[in-house]
């Protein structure tokens, strides 16, 4: 199975900061590279795709990159509505896999 | 717009079946694949099962194989998850998730809220 490592595990940062979470794969997953949003009690929420595409309607603060192994998610500004939890998750290869989530939190 | 509502989930005890159901409106569903993805209390999101828009093709966390049988009925905009045999570690919300194409290998593009299951003596 592919592992998918995130880091931080957590984070607190201030409104209006730029955060940056990163995900690694344990092998090469092209861009099958997928980033969702939780917040408490809720569904998850689709953010990007394929590494570095907007789902519709998700704010272009959220920007994703990377290819390979080596990803990122950074919120240019975050917002009050974007402390949450995020996961990345591969879709390359099954069983899919998800990373074991970066908390926000406000600092 | 797409809605994804899950129903059927409950308190069993360990060894028994439940069937989990989510019903879709909003979107042409024969034409999707569909997941299952569940969240243990306090615990991250595992990816469960996935079904292509067809149901031709299907995959299993290895945790649920031979336990756990996904299924839709495309008449009806239903997806299933028949739980057999079932532990305390299954127990968890169960996410229904619409994949973004009729393939297998297409990422999530929207979410259902969840239907808590419970399994415990």
Not at chain 1, 15 to 34: F, K, M
Not at chain 1, 72 to 79: A, D, E, M, N, V
Not at chain 2, 13 to 26: H, I, K
């Amino acid at each position: 199975d592919i592992q998918m490592t995130q880091s931080p595990s957590s984070l607190s940062a201030s409104v209006g900061d730029r955060v940056t979470i990163t995900c690694r794969a344990s092998q090469g997953i092209s861009n099958y590279l997928a980033w969702f949003q939780q917040k408490p009690g809720k569904a998850p929420k689709s953010l990007i795709s394929a590494a570095s595409s907007l789902q519709s309607g998700v704010p272009s603060k959220f920007s994703g990159s990377g290819s390979g192994t080596d990803f990122t998610l950074t919120i240019s500004s975050l917002q009050p509505e974007d402390f949450a939890t995020y996961y990345c998750q591969q879709y390359s290869t099954y069983p899919l896999t998800f990373g074991g989530g970066t908390k926000v939190e406000i600092k | 717009q797409v809605q994804l509502v899950e129903s059927g989930g409950g308190v069993v005890q360990p060894g028994t079946s439940l069937r989990l159901s989510c019903a879709v409106s909003g979107f042409t569903f024969s034409s999707y694949g569909m997941h299952w993805v569940r969240q243990a209390p306090g615990k991250g999101l595992e990816w469960v099962a996935v079904i292509s828009y067809d149901g031709s093709d299907k995959y299993y966390v290895d945790s649920v194989k031979g336990r756990f049988t996904i299924s839709r009925d495309n008449s009806k905009n239903t997806l299933y998850l028949q739980m057999d045999s079932l532990r305390a570690e299954d127990t968890a919300v169960y996410h229904c998730a619409k994949a973004d194409g009729g393939g297998i290998y297409r990422p999530v593009d929207y979410w259902g809220q969840g239907t808590l299951v419970t399994v415990s003596s």
